[in-house]
């Protein structure tokens, strides 16, 4: 595991103890795995508990090699001007197969692994990944935010569920991406002349 971080000091910042909830066991099968997801999706908080972050981290997985090893990250910066303070980087080998809907069973544990590095304590995290936004409701970020107990976001670059209507050009046009009749998210779009990203709510936001 690599761990970096910046000699900057922030008021207010607590060190950060890993206290990951035991959920469930991740040697699981797929239909296992999509039972433990309706489970829990029940648990997640749609309730903003985030009042003016402070910290905010970011995290994702690489590829898998054709050794099954993956590196996760986690970058932590500062609001308002995103200043890094801080990452770990860690490597493991991925165990869980590729399956639409199932990537928390994929990627959670090595991001689980590379939060372990951190030193500080993050107001809210930000998957590259669904939250509710999620046929079971219940996509990454949420899964996270369960495992941590803490607000997460969910940021993808695609839709695994739901659709939208059309956005203006301008950065900041979003529209709500709908289920059935019932909102998951936001369709946002962040750049002019760029394809929208697809945001819910993790937990806790």
Not at 45 to 52: F, K, T, Y
Request: charged share 20%; proline share 7%; aromatic share 6%.
């Amino acid at each position: 595991m690599v761990s970096f971080k910046l000699p900057i000091d922030f008021p207010g910042d607590i060190m950060f103890e890993m206290k990951v909830r035991s959920l469930h066991s991740w040697q699981v099968t797929v239909a296992e795995a999509e039972e433990i997801q309706r489970t829990l999706a029940s648990q997640v908080s749609r309730r903003n508990e985030v009042d003016a972050p402070h910290l905010v981290a970011g995290v994702d997985i690489s590829t898998p090699d054709k050794r099954g090893m993956a590196k996760g990250a986690v970058v932590v910066l500062r609001l308002p001007d995103l200043t890094p303070v801080e990452s770990s980087v860690v490597e493991q080998r991925v165990s869980f197969p590729y399956v639409p809907g199932l990537l928390s069973f994929r990627e959670t544990p090595l991001i689980l692994a590379a939060c372990e590095g951190l030193t500080l304590t993050p107001d809210l995290f930000i998957a590259d990944a669904q939250g509710i936004a999620h046929p079971r409701r219940l996509g990454l970020a949420s899964h996270l935010g369960l495992l941590l107990d803490l607000p997460t976001i969910g940021c993808a670059k695609s839709i695994l569920c739901g659709r939208h209507g059309e956005l203006g050009e301008e950065p900041g046009s979003y529209a709500p991406l709908f289920d059935g009749s019932e909102v998951i998210g936001a369709a946002l779009r962040t750049k002019r002349g760029t394809t929208p990203v697809y945001v819910s709510i993790g937990h806790k936001v």
